[in-house]
């Protein structure tokens, strides 16, 4: 079955600095991959959607990417925020079944000023 | 969180109990989901809804049935809580696009 890792750890950076998170993902090559965020207490919100076909994807201080090979994503925050501290939760797409997803675990990003 | 809402937002209950957790859209979207959140799991799958009395298993199903009378709601029952229903349950939509928009959360209690 597919299975999704993001690193459960917290990462910690300064603010002004660049916030990079990884998803990887095995057992399956989904036709695409979303991120979302998360804040405590309530619902996650969706981000960005990149497809199986593109390599890069941006949205004002978000990019994301999507190695089709390496079966990772990485998603990047430049010029972070303390605004920016929440969890990011990494979604694919279930296989034969387009319009369900599977959720990684999430990564907390922690923004000092 | 614009257009979906979940009630009740809390629920303690005692095993052995049937509880209705309800979802509530606005957007009139075709698809909804419900998921559990519990540490070290992330969000799972329960059931979902393509349609009008067109629902269907997710990843987690055991001990859980839903209902879709209304393009609007999507009702989530356990007919017999347990404690390993403990847990924070979130309703999604989603519409013509592949993203999913989740409402608020119901944070279940069961004792």
């Known amino acids: 079955s597919q299975k999704i890792e993001q690193n459960s750890e917290a990462l910690n950076i300064q603010e002004g600095k660049t916030a990079t998170l990884t998803c990887n993902y095995t057992n399956y090559s989904p036709a695409y991959l979303q991120w979302y965020r998360q804040d405590p207490g309530r619902g996650p919100v969706f981000l960005l959607l990149?497809?199986?076909?593109?390599k890069e994807k941006r949205k004002e201080r978000l990019k994301v990417t999507f190695d089709t090979t390496l079966k990772q994503s990485l998603f990047h925050i430049t010029a972070s925020q303390p605004a920016d501290s929440a969890t990011y939760l990494c979604?694919?797409?279930?296989?034969?079944?387009?319009?369900?997803?599977?959720f990684g675990g999430g990564t907390r990003l922690m923004v000092k000023p | 969180d614009a257009g979906i809402t979940q009630s009740p937002r809390h629920k303690v209950t005692e095993t052995g109990t049937p509880v209705t957790l309800r979802c509530h859209q606005t957007?009139?979207?075709?698809?909804m989901y419900w998921y559990r959140q519990d540490p070290g799991h992330g969000l799972r799958l329960i059931h979902y809804?393509?349609?009008?009395?067109?629902?269907d298993k997710g990843e987690v199903s055991d001990g859980y049935s839903v209902s879709r009378s209304k393009t609007e709601d999507f009702l989530l029952t356990l007919e017999s809580a347990t404690s390993s229903q403990t847990s924070v349950y979130f309703c999604a939509t989603g519409g013509q696009g592949d993203e999913q928009y989740f409402g608020p959360g119901t944070r279940l209690t069961v004792t």
């Open positions: 809804s393509y349609g009008v009395k067109d629902t």
């Open positions: 979604a694919l797409d279930m296989a034969n079944a387009g319009n369900m997803l599977t």
């Open positions: 990149i497809r199986e076909n593109e």
């Open positions: 957007e009139n979207h075709r698809y």
